[in-house]
């Protein structure tokens, strides 16, 4: 089955009792049973949900894999991958990952005494070098947040197989309809679905997808024993909004490209983060891994002045100033004050998040439109 067809179908079905093609649904915390433990496979809400299920399905197979699990935001799915490490294990990064994601790593496990590594993943050697005996997970993100880098995650898979470590792909970005992590090497995909997945910015969701079952174990095991679950609703509003994924996909690429191309000839902007430049540094592995470049780009100013780049995310009047990203409608965000605020300064600037850098989340609105309100906005 192609992507547009699985998005439709894959995991649901009308429903059996009344026909209703539309998942419906299922606002119960718990199931009656037969006789003592004989009911029809719910129990109990936290550990499963037909509308949950559904969903879970769906996303399974969209990222071809054989297992996915659900949880109540993108955080709590990364909660969960930690959560199979255990006091002692290191964590190997990428440097330029979601701020939040960095925060759940160094505030709240590294008090558990998981060490966390931080490193650029463009460079292969560099994550040899960090790996050791306690080293347990490659924690990637690719397209990286604000800075649209790409990581060669086939390359990473195979550091992660020759040193018998994990490897999770954070696949917020790129969306299964651009790039399927699980085939080029990975165990397991991580979504914030509060982004494109869910795509209308109405739901805030995780999830994970592996095809391994020993990690699938652990993962239901944690999702049901910490309860980070998600609602039968937001799951319902999940599955309808994945429906025209691959649709909504089409346009925010293109239009991002559209945008691209005109930041990068405006005589303010000194340089345009887009993976479907030629010039961009990991240009061919983007090509080699995705399907298409994305909705995102950021871009920074001439003269690298704070108070330029906040007066034009507020001179804007199509694209809204505001955190996240993914949805139909096109935002603009400041990375350094707003998303990776959480970052110290020092660590943030090597990195390359600059005060002037502007971050976009293109919408699938016309793209004239939106060109028109960047002229207006620099
Ligand atoms: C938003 C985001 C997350 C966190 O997801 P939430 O649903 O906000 O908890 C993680 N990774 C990336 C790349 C994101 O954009």
Known sequence: MKFGTKAIHAGVEADTATGAIMTPIYQTSTYVQDGVGNHKGYAYSRTQNPTRSSLERNLAALENGKYAACFGSGLAAIDCVIKMLKPGDEVISTNDLYGGSYRLFKTIFEKYGIVFHFVDMKDVVEVHRMINDNTKLIWVETPTNPLLNIIDIQAMAMVAK?????????????????????????????????????????????????????????????????????????????????????????????????????????????????????????????????????????????????????????????????????????????????????????????????DSLIRLSIGIEDAEDLIKDLKQAL
């Not at 690429?253 to 990068?264: D, G, I, M, P, S």
């Not at 809204?320 to 110290?344: C, R």
């Open 162 to 354: 020759n040193s018998n470590l994990m490897l999770c792909v954070d696949n917020t970005f790129a969306t299964p309809y651009l790039q399927n992590p699980l085939e080029l090497g990975a165990d397991i995909v991580m979504h914030s679905v509060t982004k494109y997945l869910g795509g209308h910015s109405d739901v805030v969701m995780g999830a994970l997808i592996t095809s391994d079952q020993e990690i699938a174990t652990e993962m239901y095991r944690i999702q049901n024993s910490s309860g980070a679950i998600t609602s039968p609703m937001d799951s319902f509003l999940a599955l309808r909004g994945i429906k025209t994924l691959h649709l909504r996909m089409d346009r925010h690429c293109q239009n991002a490209r559209e945008v691209a191309h005109f930041l990068k000839n405006h005589s303010r902007v000194e340089k345009v983060n887009w993976p479907g430049f030629d010039d961009h540094p990991n240009h061919d592995i983007a090509k080699k891994q995705m399907r298409g470049f994305g909705g995102m780009l950021s871009f920074t100013m001439k003269g690298n002045h704070l108070e330029e780049a906040l007066e034009i995310v507020e001179k804007v009047k199509i694209f809204a100033l505001a955190e996240s990203l993914g949805g139909v409608e096109s935002l603009i965000g400041h990375p350094a004050t707003m998303t990776h605020a959480s970052i110290p300064k020092e660590i943030r600037e090597k990195s390359g998040i600059v």
